[in-house]
């Protein structure tokens, strides 16, 4: 597949170039800053772009099969990512290219609370609030702006972290995946796994769906 990646050079976007890369797929690393891009795979093509802009989103997007979207604010400036969601919505209307967004764990409900949200859990930090609630909004907007984009949005665990790529991790929809010991945990490398499994092979439309060991 020919793929384009916003938010490259980030944690997460950098292991899901690096994925997608070992697959045998071509990818387009779009980042902000040029100098963020060292040490991505040689065989990325990397871009300069904008995500918030619809019109650059289209134009990196063009001819492409999939866009994965990892693009994560800079704190205090977190209602960006709604708003960078809504205009990737936009810059991929009629085009068919499908849309995976690595969103966040906030709006996931707790095993065994009766519906409870880790965001709203009573051991949920406070310093963490305004990117989860920006998570919460970011799903929304896929949820509720007029597109006709094929989109799937994959929660994190709550301890996203680098580590081993093991490739053995379950999968969810929107309750959080917790261990025996009531842990939920995923490396960053298998969570780029676990996107990229749903690239190759889709199950999800129009959905979340979640992963973690």
Not at 32 to 49: C, D, E, F
Not at 108 to 117: A, K
Request: hydrophobic share 45%; with cysteine; proline share 7%.
């Amino acid at each position: 597949m020919n793929i384009t990646v916003f938010g490259a050079a980030g944690n997460v976007g950098r292991r899901v170039v690096a994925e997608a890369v070992a697959r045998g797929h071509q990818v387009t690393a779009v980042v902000r800053n040029p100098a963020r891009a060292t040490g991505l795979p040689s065989a990325t093509r990397i871009r300069t772009g904008d995500a918030a802009d619809p019109h650059s989103v289209a134009a990196l997007t063009d001819g492409r099969d999939l866009v994965i979207s990892a693009t994560r604010p800079a704190p205090g400036r977190e209602p960006e990512l709604a708003a960078v969601t809504r205009a990737l919505l936009t810059g991929l209307h009629a085009t068919g290219v499908r849309l995976l967004l690595v969103g966040g764990a906030a709006g996931l409900t707790v095993p065994g609370t009766g519906g409870t949200t880790v965001v709203d859990a009573p051991d949920f930090p406070p310093s963490l609030r305004p990117i989860a609630l920006a998570c919460n909004e970011q799903l929304d907007a896929c949820r509720t702006t007029a597109h006709d984009v094929d989109w799937a949005y994959l929660s994190p665990p709550v301890l996203l972290e680098p580590g081993e790529r093991t490739g053995r991790f379950r999968l969810g929809a929107d309750e959080l995946i917790v261990d025996a010991a009531g842990v939920s945990a995923l490396s960053t490398e298998d969570l780029a796994v676990a996107l990229l499994d749903e690239a190759e092979r889709p199950k999800h439309h129009r959905a979340r769906f979640t992963a973690a060991y």
